[in-house]
């Protein structure tokens, strides 16, 4: 039924292809697309040694993605999770099976991962801000440092346009008492002096109680643009967010549970109580130069603070009518420093080398509540690190048909000590429309503040948990090879990847005989597999994209045995079908596929599943209507067939102690319709 489904989205897709007529024979899908992610320089995608995924404003205007996730799970390689329904859940990238810490998200070059966690939110960044992303996959270690080590995603702001001034406003509504107003606006004010401005109030009654969710944003990009002599952007962010945190959905036949007439739970929701508000603030200053031909100079300078509370209630069968707790602030500041230089000796060679400074102030305060609410203890602790990363990468093409690289970076770590580490390239290009690549490196993370010092918690009768001081990193090889060949006039973009990675000293959180918890380097983390990707058009007022991932992800934790590590997939699918009318309007449908996914394994020497989570797919639509000159009537749906599936397990406790395994549920189908105006 499956292989019948991926059938009927490829033969309709290509049935649309030799129908309708042709409105945009001028867009080609180029390997000459220029991107800067990958080296920090520009260079073109067929010079390039790693697997690179380029997507555009007109990809995301025409999408149904309603974030960063969303807009890029599915293509090759790339895993999208969240968990659960819930507005305000986090939503996490993951490239070839490796964790949401192995994966550095940036925007406009500054990392967005928390140093808490490891990882980032990508639903937290405002889709309207968003120019173009830049996926680089392999180790960017080198050029990057800790937590490079699946891959990057490089997300670029909108800058103004010259000779032209941007306006956009928008407002929609939809189910689940969902609306969102947004507006952006830029030009050039005088000279060479421009600005880039976006605002966004989103709010949602999520699909559950204590779903809820809101979010508040604004940016501005400040632009001094004298071309390659001299570039200047400050930019700059606020997102303000609270939801409620429902939880796992319980066991079907669960009753509403009170204590005191508030209610704990429901047969919707885990939890009702259980609230989180989150802070973010960035600010960013870059200046590039070319103040001659073979010497380009680049500096940034960056600040983050990320706050993040958590309130916590719940029962406890120890102490019957009362409600015990805990309030959690967790701050993270970030000072951020970096310069290099691109250096160009001669034709066909290229150095560049700089360095890399990181301060991170790290902030934790955990109170815990008494059955009435009210404080009863609190524990605070304040730690500051830092690193350094001097780099250096170099290019060279010897002849037409061969390019070679090779890079080194020295990380010194305030904490760990320091770490070397190389990368190594190769791109072969026979034919001026291909491009055959391999790529190498060394790849490392950090330990995360949390790791390193978490307070000292006690939990009574032994238990508790503290961080660990003498954590090594997590370090390992990333190397795939790829194939990328353009046909039928550049209108056909096909790419075919091997990959393999793996990762020693894997920091697990352990516990001891009385759940003493302790972060440990014990486990170990391996993958190979295979990304297939295709782009036809836009041939005749169609584009149609084909992406396929087989990932075979082991896990290995200490003492154990190796076997298809959690929640990784092997097989991915995804296919987006984008149909222009001559009468304004667009239909864009995204359909994905994720193959099922242990869940649980009952001890560490089981090979087999004690339970999966099933194998899924979903189906979206978004069609977009201009009217007159400046409107434009948009209507989504999400999850078209409202297919039911799961996204993670959880234990839910109810009111006589009893345990059971319950999941997250996926988010169900939803309908969200908006107009905007644009000058």
Known sequence: MDKMRILFVIWMGLMVLVLGPDVRADEKVTMDTVVVTATKTEEQRKDVPNAVIVVDDADIQE???????DLLGGKTGIDWRTRGDYGGAAEEIHIRGMGADGTQVLVNGVTVNSPSLGSADVSRIPMNAIDRIEVVKGSGSVLYGSGAMGGLVNIITKEPKRDRMDGKASAGFGTESTYQISAEQGMFIFGDLGYYFTANRTLTDGFRDNSDFSQNDASLNLVLNKGKNLHVSLYGDIIERENGR?????????????????????????????????????????VKSRPLQWLGLNFQTDYTTMESKDNNRYFSNFTPGNLPGSKTKVTNDIFGLEGNLEITPFNGATLLTGAQY????????????DGLGNESSRLAKSEGLHTTGIFAEAQYRPIQYVKVSAGLRHEDHSEFGTEVLPRFGLVINPM??????????????APTPNDLFWPLEDWGFGSGAQGNADLQPETGWHTDASLEQTLADEKVFFSLTWFQWDIDDKIEWVPDSNFFYRPENLSHYEADGWEIGTKIGPILNTTLSLDYTYTDAQEQKAGGVKRQARYSAYNSFKTGLTYW???GLDVTTTVRYTDKRPAIYASDTDRAPAEYLSSYWTADVKANQKLFDHWTLSCRVNN????????????FY??????????????????????TYEY
């Open 640 to 651: 078209l067939f409202d297919a039911a599936y799961d996204t993670y397990v959880e234990t």
């Open 581 to 583: 009318f001559d009468f």
């Open 432 to 445: 001026e429309n291909t491009a055959l690549k391999f790529n190498s490196g060394k790849h490392f993370k």
């Open 654 to 675: 109810d009111q006589s102690g009893n345990g059971t395994r319950s999941k997250y549920p996926g988010a169900g189908r939803s309908l969200y319709v908006s107009a």
């Open 246 to 286: 429902p939880g796992v959905k319980p066991p079907a036949g669960t009753q509403s549970f009170s204590v005191n007439g508030t209610e704990v739970y429901n047969a919707e929701s885990a939890n009702l109580l259980n609230r989180t508000t989150e802070n973010d603030k960035h600010l960013v200053l870059k």
């Open 358 to 369: 990181k301060y991170y102030d790290w902030d934790n305060t955990s109170i815990t509540l």
């Open 63 to 69: 999408s149904p993605a309603t974030s960063v996730g």
